[in-house]
C-alpha cells in the first residue's frame, strides 16, 4: 500500500530528500575514503603502531568535541531561531564567538593534553611513549575546528563548502600521502599518523575558509561579541556540550577502555569493528545534517505536522539503509574486516554485536536531533548519560573477563535501552514520534503557537 503525501508537505519532503541524498553522496564517499584510510593504515603498520593510531584518534575525538564547548550544536538550533525572528546581527556573531570558543578551547584542551602526557613519563612500562598522546593533541583544535566549520555552514543552508573540505578532500588526501610516503620506503608510526592527519585537515580547513567567504558566508571567528554570547547562551551551550561528549563518548570510549584494559592491538581490532558497523549510520547520520536546522525551524515556529514529517522521513530512510548493511554483515563480516588484515576477521562477532545496537539506533530515528533542537538536552542528557554512562561501568567489569566480545555486547545492550528511552521521552513530552511508527503520526497532528 502506497503512504500518500500530504500536499502541503510534499515540497518539504522533496526538498529535505534531495539535500539529504546530496549529503548521503558525500557520506558514502566519506565513509569509503575513511574505510580506504584505516585499510592503508593497517596494511602499512604493525599492529601494535595501528593501534597506537586508533587509540590516538579515538581520543582526539572525544577531546575535539570537549574543546567545541557545545558549539557545532548550538549554531544549528540558534541561527536558524534568530534569523526566524529576523535577528540577523545577532546570528551572525553566534557564528563568530562560537568559532573564537571553540579555537581557545582547543589550544588550552591540547596544551593539557600534552602536559598530561609529558608527567606521566615516569610511570611508564620500558619503551612505550608519549608519543600518540602528543600526536593526537595536534588533532584536537582542527578537528573540533571542522566540526564547527560544518554545522555553521550548513545552518546556512551550504551543503558542499559545508562537507566537501574535511569530508572528501582531506579524507583522500590522508591514504594518497600514507601511500606515497610508503612507495618511497617511509613507515609511519601512530603518532606519525596522528600528526599527518592533523597537518592535511588544517589544509583542508584553510580551504574552506576560502571557498565560504568567497560565497559570502559567515565563519570567521571574532573575540568581541564572545562575553555577551556566554552570558546570553553559556547554559544551553553547556548542556549541549554535554549531550555531544555523550554521543561522541559512548563512540569512542571503547576503544580507548579496550585500550587501557587490554592492549593496543586489541584497541586496534575493536576500534575497526566499531568503525565498520558505523557504516549502517550513514544515512541516517547524512539526513540528519540536513534535518536538524528544519526541526529547529518548524517546531519553534509551531509547525508540528512538518516537524514530524522531516523526522518520519529520516527514520524510514535510515532504517532501510540500515538494515540491508546489517544483512551484509552477518553474510560478510568475517570477510570485510579481512580487509584490514587477516588477523582482524576474528572481530565478526564484535562486528555483528555493535551492528545489532546501531540497527535500533536507526528504527528509533533522529531522537537525538530532536531532542537538542527543541530544547530538551537536559533530558537527553540525564537519560541517554546514565544508561549509557551504567554500560561503561559494566564494561569495566565485563572485558577483564569477556574481553572484547563482552565490551561490545554491553555496548549493545545499553545503546538500545538508551535510544528506546529517548525515542519514548520524544513521543510523550516533545509530541515528535522519531521511531518508524512517527509516519502515522503526521495526519492527526496539528500546528500550534509559535514557540
Known sequence: MRLAVPTDLHGLLSTGLLRSVGSLGIKVATAGLTYITYVVLSRTMTESEYGHFAFGLALATVLAILAGMGQSTAILRLWPQLRGRGENRDAEAVVAAGSAITIGASLVVAGLLCVVAVFSIPFLPPRE??????GAAFLVLPMALAEYNSSVLRAQNSLWTALVPRDIIWRLALPLAVIGLFAMGVVLSGPDALTLSAALLIGA????AWLALRRCYVVLPRLAPVRAHWQRWGKLSKWLLLGALIETFTLNADVILVGLMLDLESSGLYFNAFRTAGLMTLFTFAIELVIAPMVAEHYHAGAMRKAQAI????????????LLIFALFLGFGDFILSLFGPAYAEGS???VLLALGLLFDAATGPSKIVMMMTGHERAYVAIFGAIMGLGFLVQIVVIPIWGIVGAAAVNMGARIIAQIAIALWCRYRIGLDTSLLGALAVPRLTDAAAR
Open 129 to 134: 611513549t608519549v608519543n600518540h598522546f602528543i
Open 205 to 208: 580547513l584553510v580551504l574552506q
Open 311 to 322: 523526522t518520519a522521513l529520516c527514520a524510514w530512510a535510515g532504517f532501510v539503509f540500515s
Open 349 to 351: 562477532l564484535v562486528l
